[in-house]
């Protein structure tokens, strides 16, 4: 030969060895290297098949894409070594064996750069207890599979690859063996782009992208298990990902679309679990759950955007489904389940834009809700067949047509829970359907708030209806049981006939006592019947009651002031509008800054207590926040904790306490002004229903009304709230006393006023907190003191002298 076209270059570490060579095959080069060595290859192609059985280095000496390991037929490349190959493209052309095989305990190599481009059974086949590393290595192999694993003991980890084209799977795992994927892409592969099989057989892919795929994205059966991190899967004609056999999928942070069938679809007693993932613009479902023993569980997970016309969620044949904190939305149904055995649970999720059901429920099913969302649907909860039921608690169900059906013989049981604003009846029932309801509250609805039909005997406790247009309660014949219900469409509660209670004749009060069922004719009967009828809804504390209880509190003259112009303000615009002319457009969103124990609270209690007697809120009721309550920890449950916040102060007032936490000076990246965008756009969307006060220090309000652009316009008017003075503590003592029955000599008093007079106002400064902690200190010290008495009178049992105040320390 011309030249010779192999280098073999000797370990330097080693001075028994020969002499560095050339040969002119890579056989001969591999025959004479020694462990260490380092073969280097001239460009060209060499049609050999090369044995790697030392722990040698082979590398082009040109760089990448120089050499060509290109047999007439059988395997490529053998590693049954440590050995380590750089930058060489192997091409095979036998169907019936691998282009690259790494087999054998020792086989531990360690491949970089590679390209594997070839038409065999497999681009890399790995297996008898091999353990071999690829690096930015691409393999492309119509004519089977892309890279496959076999056999306990056996394990590969592959860092920024690709399988760029396969005819089968673009990776399987079989028999036991184990595989790591980083930054990896599979894509153009057949039947499904990972393929998992076997008992002990697992895969964890990080940061990896599957897609164009014929079939699956992720194939996982008979007993395998895979984890995926970071990973994103799209453009299949399958699934996303498939299980069977009792197989075991975890993802987290992933991304699964733009699929023509199933997210996920799960059968055979295999599991799935989803955290933070989002599964969207799939074709059938997001998630397909079958079978006895199957089980999906999906933690804040946002599935949205179906392109077909099937339910997102899909649980059948006594499979479970659990979601916690997930978002599902834009949808034709959200979620079936379907026949005995079969079960799904909710806590803390929302279904919102769905066309038709967002939740059914049939065949023998049940669900188990707790403060779940539904917003604009066709049906928001539908119960139907002997059997299906479960239990929903604090839900909200709103612009909805229907929001509860229940018929067939279902029987499910709803605790705190509203309907609102349904175009339709908020809850229907029919057809022998049941239902118990308990604290629940149906309003503003174009149709009946609670309509029961066919003589059902459905369970209503303490039910409310209000400003439904048709009616709160309509019952076709007697067959519902009420207990404590109340409608605004009842007249008052006035005493008749021998002192027994019933109502005075209102348009709809003689049809709803004759529907509630009598059960004997005997004695008392008929006050029983009186007694279980529908009765008026409470008046709500008179404004001037809470306005009185305002004026009691113990100084904030000018926060009194301004509360009372708000009010002034409001029933003034109301006077205006029942006499024809325009009304001042207010917004009652309010700005209160000042130190803690000021009365911030107690004055927004009282502040919704007064609008709800006025009109202008429905409840007035008081939900208090902070941060914690709001902010989450991941992107997207900040989202849902604000909203959900946000629902339960409906009809009354959001309370945030230090506000300005939402917004800190270094809070670029913090999850605190994802809760003021969305708590800008909820009180924007929700103008009528929420009053929002948010509090804090003074400067630190400045910060947090600049935090968005449209927090300052919603917010235009700030109320400050003083520190108390030394004597305004001294009568919030006196009222902690009297309130306890305790009693302040004149010496006590004065030596109160030093000791509250003395005391440092710094940032934190407890103001009225304080006074009621001295308060408290002084009951301790009291009961010390006369506990060592023999026999101590009633007035020294009351009496608080000045040897009970606390002591200051020394500066």
């Not at 393999?139 to 892309?146: Q, S």
């Not at 809700?369 to 002997?386: I, K, S």
């Not at 006499?579 to 919704?608: D, E, W």
């Not at 009568?731 to 006393?737: F, K, L, P, S």
């Amino acid at each position: 030969m011309a030249e010779h076209r192999v280098r073999v270059t000797q370990d330097s570490a080693s001075r028994w060895r020969r002499r560095a060579g050339e040969y002119d095959t890579l056989a001969e080069a591999l025959a004479a290297a020694e462990p260490g060595d380092t073969v280097t290859v001239r460009p060209g192609t060499f049609r050999e098949n090369v044995l790697l059985d030392k722990p040698v280095t082979i590398v082009p000496a040109q760089g990448p894409g120089t050499v060509r390991i290109e047999p007439a037929s059988g395997v490529a490349i053998t590693v049954t070594a440590a050995a380590t190959v750089r930058d060489l493209v192997v091409e095979g052309g036998d169907t019936s064996t691998p282009a690259v095989l790494v087999t054998g305990p020792q086989a531990a190599p360690a491949f970089s750069g590679c390209r594997i481009e070839t038409r065999s059974a497999t681009g890399v086949e790995v297996t008898g207890g091999a353990r071999p590393t690829l690096r930015g290595c691409v393999i492309a192999n119509p004519a089977g599979l892309g890279l496959r694993l076999r056999g306990e003991g056996t394990a590969a980890a592959f860092e920024d690859c690709e399988v760029a084209a396969a005819g089968q799977a673009g990776l399987a795992v079989l028999g036991g063996a184990t595989a790591a994927l980083d930054r990896c892409r599979v894509h153009h592969a057949s039947g499904a782009g990972v393929l998992l099989s076997d008992p002990g057989s697992v895969a964890e892919l990080t940061g990896c992208e599957i897609y164009e795929i014929r079939g699956s994205g992720v194939q996982a059966e008979a007993q395998a298990g895979g984890r995926l991190v970071d990973c994103e899967i799209h453009r299949v004609t399958g699934n996303g990902l498939t299980l069977d056999g009792e197989a075991e999928l975890v993802l987290t942070g992933c991304r699964v679309h733009d699929l023509p069938e199933n997210g996920a679809d799960l059968r055979g007693r295999s599991r799935l679990s989803l955290d933070h993932s989002t599964v969207r613009d799939f074709g059938r479902g997001a998630l397909s759950v079958w079978d006895q023993g199957t089980e999906a569980v999906a933690e804040s997970c946002q599935i949205h955007g179906s392109t077909g016309e099937y339910p997102a969620l899909w649980v059948s044949d006594g499979a479970r489904l659990t979601l916690t904190d997930c978002s599902l939305h834009d949808l034709p149904d959200a979620l079936f389940v379907l026949d005995r055995d079969s079960a799904a649970v909710a806590q803390g999720c929302s279904f919102s834009r769905i066309r038709s059901s967002a939740v059914s429920v049939s065949g023998g099913a049940t669900v188990s809700l707790a403060a779940c969302r539904v917003q604009e649907a066709g049906t928001g909860l539908w119960f139907r067949d002997h059997g299906s039921g479960g239990l929903l608690t604090d839900c909200e169900i709103s612009d909805v047509a229907t929001g509860v059906i229940v018929t067939k013989g279902a029987d499910p049981v709803l605790r705190d829970c509203t309907v609102r604003a349904s175009t339709d009846a908020g809850v229907y029932i029919s057809a022998q359907g049941r239902g118990t309801f308990e604290d629940c509250r149906v309003s503003h609805g174009k149709g009946f708030g609670f309509h029961v039909i066919d003589g059902c005997r459905t369970q209503l406790t303490r039910c409310r209806a209000e400003q439904n247009a048709r009616a709160g309660f309509e019952f076709s014949e007697p067959g519902p049981v009420t207990e404590g219900c109340t409608s605004d469409d009842v007249g008052s509660a006035a005493p008749v006939g021998g002192g027994v209670g019933a109502e005075v004749p209102g348009p709809r009060t003689a049809q709803l006592a004759a529907a509630v069922p009598v059960l004997a004719a005997a004695p008392g009967a008929a006050a029983a019947a009186a007694g279980s009828a529908i009765g008026p809804i409470p008046d709500c504390r008179p404004a001037e009651e809470a306005l009185a209880e305002l004026d009691s509190l113990v100084g904030l003259a000018t926060v009194k002031q301004e509360v009372r112009t708000l009010i002034d303000l409001i029933s003034v615009g109301r006077r205006r509008r029942q006499a024809g002319l325009k009304a001042p457009s207010l917004r009652r969103h309010l700005v209160f800054t000042g130190a803690p124990g000021t009365g911030k609270t107690t004055v927004a209690r009282l502040y919704g207590e007064i609008l709800a007697s006025l009109g202008v809120l429905q409840r007035g009721h008081l939900v208090e926040v902070a941060r914690v309550d709001l902010v989450g920890e991941h992107i997207g449950s900040t989202a849902i904790r604000t909203a959900a916040a946000f629902d339960r102060a409906r009809g009354g007032v959001l309370f945030i306490d230090e506000a300005y936490a939402l917004a800190p000076e270094d809070g670029a990246r913090d999850f605190g002004r994802e809760a003021i965008d969305t708590l800008v756009k909820l009180m924007e969307d929700h103008r009528d229903e929420v009053v929002v006060i948010v509090a804090g220090y003074t400067a630190e309000m400045e910060r947090f009304l600049s935090a968005n652009p449209g927090v300052s316009s919603r917010f235009s008017r700030t109320i400050t709230f003083p520190d108390y003075t030394a004597d305004e503590l001294l009568e919030i003592a006196r009222a902690q006393c009297a309130e306890h029955e305790y009693a302040l000599s004149e010496a006590t008093e004065g030596a109160l006023l030093d000791h509250f007079a003395g005391l440092e106002r710094g940032p934190n400064f407890g103001n009225g907190r304080t006074a009621r902690q001295v308060f408290e200190t002084m009951v301790e010290r009291h009961a010390v003191r006369v506990a060592a008495l023999a026999d101590p009178s009633t007035e020294e049992l009351q009496l608080l002298v000045p040897a009970d105040l606390p002591v200051v320390p020394l500066p």
